[in-house]
């Protein structure tokens, strides 16, 4: 489509839509849980961020606990998904969404302390 068209979605904004869905699929269950938690994407991970197990498809930031400072107030923790590695990894849109889906679940388990299991019953299922 030409982006004059309504229909028109850059990459970027099919794949924050991915990741939109991916969320909505844990809300009916998490809600009060994921209330807290910003999800935002990022086109690559930092440099800082790489290790020897290669490069992330996501990371947690903690957020920050209450320090009663108006010009510092307390956050929730944040998940960013990098875009690109997990693009690379998925050979269509339908595994790039159940890719996307799996490393929220994963990443939303970390941050409540439980395994993916707990959060989706159906994770790890082989199609």
Known sequence: MPPGVPLYRSRSQQF???VLEAVARLEPRWENELADVEFAVQEVPDFE???????PLARIMRGSADT??????????????????????ADDEDELSELVFDVVVEEFAEILGVDPEVIDP??????
């Open 122 to 127: 159906g994770y790890g299922d082989l199609d």
């Open 16 to 18: 924050d839509d991915i």
């Open 49 to 55: 961020v790489i290790d020897e197990e290669g490069v």
């Open 68 to 89: 009663s400072d108006p010009a510092n107030p307390a956050r929730g923790p944040r998940i960013v998904l990098f875009r690109r590695p997990l693009m690379a990894r």
